[in-house]
């Protein structure tokens, strides 16, 4: 599995759009990017995943660069309810493989 | 929107006594998982349970643990003697396969005294 390396933590203010980064050099051929949020005493929720290019939902942006060593999760407009830790995970999972977490980042919105 | 679902949301249990947390996952799911998370540390994984067998499992998931898809709905992890490092936030999981995003349950936080 490919390692993933994000930043601990990171602050930002309402309504400011959010970019959290991951690097992730040895990403395998097969392999996709995908990004989890996780609230205090809560499971990890699936936010978004892509292969490569852009990719958009209701939620966030994923914009992952022609040569995928690393990616961007884009939050528009974060409000003091995105404050949670974001997990960027890297991996093919079309078989049902288990997820790894590190240990995230850990984003704060203030008013 | 489809759930995961845990219950029950908060164990406290004597140090070596037998507890069962339990899972519903999603019903078209496929594949599931426990997962855990000691206070202010990673989720970490558990096992992984396909075709009414364990997949994969790591080196946390000893002979203490044991997971049972009973009846095609439930899906349960057992601790067998509960140790006080075993006091964790457990979630369970599942998803289609297929490389789409996994499905948690709110979790079963675990305490043992």
């Known amino acids: 599995l490919a390692k993933t390396t994000q930043p601990i933590s990171m602050d930002s203010y309402e309504g400011q759009e959010v970019n959290i980064t991951c690097s992730h050099n040895?990403?395998?051929?097969?392999?996709?990017i995908t990004w989890y949020q996780q609230f205090p005493s809560q499971g990890p929720r699936f936010i978004i995943q892509?292969?490569?290019t852009k990719v958009t939902n209701e939620v966030a942006s994923l914009f992952i660069p022609a040569d995928r060593k690393s990616s961007t999760l884009s939050l528009p407009r974060v409000s003091l309810s995105d404050t949670a830790v974001y997990y960027c995970?890297?991996?093919?999972?079309?078989?049902?493989?288990?997820?790894?977490f590190g240990q995230g980042t850990e984003l704060s919105v203030k008013p | 929107e489809p759930e995961v679902t845990q219950t029950p949301s908060h164990q406290v249990t004597q140090m070596g006594q037998e507890v069962i947390l339990r899972c519903v996952p999603i019903?078209?799911?496929?594949?599931f998982y426990w997962y855990r998370q000691i206070l202010g540390q990673k989720v970490e994984f558990l096992v992984s349970?396909?075709?009414?067998?364990?997949?994969?499992k790591s080196e946390i998931f000893d002979d203490q643990f044991s997971v049972e898809r009973p009846d095609g709905s439930n899906f349960t992890l057992k601790i067998r003697s509960t140790k006080l490092e075993d006091s964790a936030m457990y979630f369970c999981?599942?998803?289609?396969?297929?490389?789409?995003?996994?499905?948690f349950g709110s979790g079963t936080r675990l305490t043992v005294v």
């Open positions: 040895n990403i395998a051929t097969n392999d996709y």
């Open positions: 019903s078209n799911h496929l594949y």
């Open positions: 999981a599942s998803t289609t396969g297929g490389n789409v995003g996994y499905t």
């Open positions: 995970l890297v991996g093919s999972y079309n078989q049902g493989g288990k997820l790894i």
């Open positions: 892509g292969y490569k």
């Open positions: 349970f396909y075709n009414n067998e364990i997949s994969e």
